[in-house]
C-alpha cells in the first residue's frame, strides 16, 4: 500500500517532510529578519537620546538609502531562481559560481548608490529640506555609504546559505552584530571608553563596522567550513562571467520595480493620512507597525517558498510546485491567523501598548482601535498575495506581477482608497480600506497568472546559461 506521504505527493497537498523544510526555513529567515529590525531600533533608541533633529535626520537619509537598497536587492534576487534552479537539476557546483558572480554584481551597483548617497545633502537641499537636517544627514551617511557594498553582498550571502541549506549560520551571526551594534553606538555616538562623542556620524561610523564584520565574517564562513571549501566558493572570483551578469538586470529590473510601487504606496497613503490629522496618522502609524512585524512571518514563508519551487521547477515537478504553493499558504494560515485574531479581539488593549492609559490616549482610541482591527484584515490578505506572489518569481516569471502590481497598488488601491477616505468621508479607515481591496485583487490576480503559468510549463522554457 502506498504511504500517506506518497499519495499527497501526487496530488496538491503537501506532505509532512514538505511543511517540515518549509517550516524550518521560514522560522530561520525570520529571527535573522527579526536581527536585522533589532539593529534598525538600536540606531534609533540611541539616536532619539541625541534629540528629534537627529532622528529626523537619520531618517531623511535612511529614506534614500532604502530606495537604493530596494533596488539593488531586486537587481540581485534571480540569484534564488538561478541558485535553487541549479541545485534542483544536480549541478550545486554551480551554485558557488553564482555567488561569485553576485558579489561581482554587488560591486558594479554599490557604484552609482554611493555616488548618489555621496551628494546626499545637496540632494535633500533640492527638495526643500531644512538645511540644518539636511547637513546632519550628509554627516550621518558620510559614514554609512560605506555599508552599501556589504548590504549588497550580504543579501548574495544569505541567497548561498539558503539555497544550500545553511541559514542558521547567517542567523547567529546577525543576531551578534545586533550586540556589537549596540556596543558601537554607545561607544562612538556619546564618545564612552575614551573614544570621542561623533554624534550622529557615530551612528554612520558604527553601522559601516558592524556591517563589515558580518561580511568578514560570513566570508570566512564560506572559505573554511568544511562543505563550503570543499566547493572552492571563492576560485577565480577575480573573473567576471558576463552571460551570468546580464541576467541580473534582465529578471531583476521587475522585480525592484514590484517592491518599489508597494513602497511607493504606503509612503503616498501616509502622506494623505497626514492630512486628516495628528490623531490619524498616530493611529495609522500604529496599525502600520503592527503590519511590518506581524508581516515577517509571511515574508519567511515566502522566501521558503521560492528558494524550493525554484528546486522543484527545475526538475518540471508541475505537482511538487503546487504542493509547495499551497504548503505556505497553509503554514500562513495556521501560524498567523491566531495572533491575527487575538490583535483584531484586544485591538484596545494593543493601541495601549503603544500610547499608555493617558488622557490623550483615551482620545486616540476611539480612532485607532478600529484602523488596528482593520490592519489585521490587510495582513492577511497581503500575506497570501506575498506567497503567491514569491511562488511566481520562483518560476521566473517577474515582468507579468510586475504590471499586475502596478494597476492593483495605483489603479485600485490608491483611488478607492482617496474615494472612501475623503469622497465618502470614511478618513482613514477609508484609506486602509482602499489598501485591503487592491491587495485582494492582485492575490485573485496572483493567483490566476499562477495557474495559467504551472498548467502552460512556461517555467518550463526559460533556460539560463550558467556555464
Known amino acids: 500500500m502506498m504511504s500517506t506521504d506518497s499519495r499527497m505527493s501526487e496530488s496538491g497537498f503537501p ?7 518549509l517550516l524550518k526555513f521560514s522560522l530561520q529567515f525570520a529571527f535573522g529578519q527579526l536581527a536585522v529590525i533589532a539593529v534598525g531600533i538600536t540606531d534609533s ?12 535626520a537619520a531618517g531623511l537619509a535612511l529614506s534614500v538609502y532604502s530606495i537604493l537598497d530596494t533596488i ?5 534576487f534571480p540569484m534564488v531562481i538561478l541558485a535553487s534552479r541549479a541545485r534542483g537539476a544536480g549541478r550545486l557546483r554551480t551554485v558557488p559560481r553564482l555567488t561569485r558572480q553576485g558579489l561581482w ?3 558594479i551597483l554599490s557604484v552609482p548608490a554611493c555616488i548618489i548617497l555621496w551628494n546626499l545633502e545637496t540632494i535633500l537641499l533640492m527638495t526643500g529640506q531644512v538645511p540644518a537636517l539636511a547637513r546632519m544627514a550628509g554627516d550621518f ?7 552599501v557594498f556589504p548590504a549588497f553582498a550580504f543579501c548574495v550571502f544569505m541567497i548561498t546559505f539558503t539555497v544550500l541549506d545553511r541559514l542558521g549560520t547567517i542567523v547567529v551571526i546577525v543576531w551578534l552584530a545586533v550586540g556589537l551594534n549596540a556596543i558601537l553606538n554607545y561607544i562612538l555616538i556619546f564618545g564612552n571608553f575614551g573614544f570621542p562623542a561623533m554624534g550622529i556620524a557615530g551612528a554612520g561610523l558604527a553601522s559601516v563596522v558592524v556591517y563589515s564584520a558580518v561580511y568578514v565574517s560570513i566570508f570566512i564562513s564560506l572559505t573554511f567550513h568544511p562543505l563550503f571549501k570543499s566547493m572552492m566558493m571563492f576560485r577565480r572570483a577575480w573573473r567576471p562571467r558576463w552571460a551570468i551578469l ?3 538586470p534582465r529578471l531583476g529590473w521587475p522585480r525592484s520595480l514590484q517592491v518599489l510601487m508597494v513602497n511607493g504606496l504606503f509612503s503616498v497613503i501616509s502622506l494623505l493620512v497626514g492630512q486628516l490629522g495628528v490623531q490619524a496618522i498616530a493611529a495609522h502609524t500604529i496599525a502600520f507597525q503592527i503590519n511590518t512585524v506581524i508581516g515577517i512571518g509571511a515574508i519567511a514563508i515566502s522566501r521558503a517558498v521560492t528558494t524550493r519551487i525554484g528546486i522543484v521547477s527545475a526538475r518540471g515537478d508541475r505537482a511538487g510546485i503546487w504542493r509547495l504553493t499551497n504548503g505556505g499558504l497553509l503554514l500562513f494560515c495556521l501560524f498567523m491567523l491566531p495572533p491575527m485574531v487575538a490583535l483584531d479581539i484586544f485591538s484596545p488593549w494593543t493601541v495601549m501598548l ?8 483615551q482620545t486616540l482610541l476611539p480612532i485607532a482601535t478600529p484602523i488596528v482591527a482593520l490592519a489585521t484584515v490587510f495582513v492577511f490578505t497581503n500575506g497570501l498575495r ?6 511566481l518569481n520562483g518560476l521566473a516569471d517577474m515582468k507579468i506581477p510586475a504590471l499586475i502590481a502596478v494597476v492593483s497598488y495605483w489603479g485600485i488601491a490608491l483611488p478607492v482608497g482617496v474615494v472612501l477616505g475623503f469622497v465618502m468621508g470614511l478618513g482613514v479607515t477609508g484609506l486602509w480600506w482602499g489598501l485591503i481591496i487592491g491587495m485582494g485583487v492582485a492575490c485573485v490576480a496572483y493567483l490566476t497568472r499562477f495557474r495559467w503559468v504551472v498548467r502552460n510549463a512556461r517555467f518550463m522554457v526559460r533556460g539560463t546559461k550558467l556555464s
Open 386 to 391: 506575498t506567497i503567491i506572489n514569491y511562488a
Open 141 to 147: 551617511m558620510d559614514y554609512f555609504l560605506w555599508t
Open 15 to 21: 506532505t509532512t517532510s514538505e511543511l517540515g523544510d
Open 72 to 76: 539593488g536587492a531586486g537587481i540581485l
Open 354 to 361: 503603544f500610547v499608555g492609559t493617558g488622557p490623550k490616549a
Open 45 to 56: 533608541l540611541m539616536l532619539g537620546r541625541l534629540g528629534p533633529d537627529a532622528l529626523g
Open 105 to 107: 554584481m554587488a560591486g
Open 246 to 248: 546580464r541576467q541580473f
